[in-house]
């Protein structure tokens, strides 16, 4: 399993484009304070906050990830999956999510799939961003806050909808899940 430090990843890119935090704060509509704990490993982002900050740096996402792009077309076999975990602290400590790229090179590309797995997680906000996310639970049991609306998806549920829609998925109980999730951005 590799570890990605994801926000060491997107301070390099901030810094690259010679951008600062109060910069990529009014880019992305998030707080100074919030991307300086991502880039230090405070807390551990959602994907639809890293694709926020993705679009916000010009690049792709899975740049964050360590992935590059460079084939029209992508094949990856289930056994030579990466398992990527979301580091949210410098002491390795993980929370939320790990995830499963299932299109690592393809070049180009508007819709990102994974395989993730939730893990037991207290509190967090929903967020919003631009594009269309698609879930379907495959173990466990999720649930999916969307603005006043919530509901549990049981295994082979699944649930489509605007990101622009403030949103949130955890697990419902103390017990991990995995998901396919699909998010798509244009």
Known sequence: ??????????????EKKNMSLHELAEKTGFSSAFISQ??????????GAIIKIAHALSTEMGRFFGQTTSAPFTLVRSNERELTSRVA?????????TYESLAPEKINRHMEPFIVT??????????????EEFI?????????????YSDILYPGDCIYYDSIVPHRVDTATENSAKILAVLYSS
């Open 118 to 131: 939730l893990e037991p997680v207290q509190g967090g906000q929903p967020y919003s961003h631009e594009g």
């Open 1 to 14: 399993m590799s570890e990605i430090k994801v926000g060491e990843k997107i301070k390099e890119f901030r």
């Open 89 to 97: 602290s410098k002491e390795g400590v993980r929370y939320g999510y």
């Open 38 to 47: 991502i880039e230090n490993h405070l807390i551990s982002p959602p994907l």
């Open 136 to 148: 379907y639970v495959l173990e466990g049991e999720v649930k999916i806050q969307l603005v006043d």
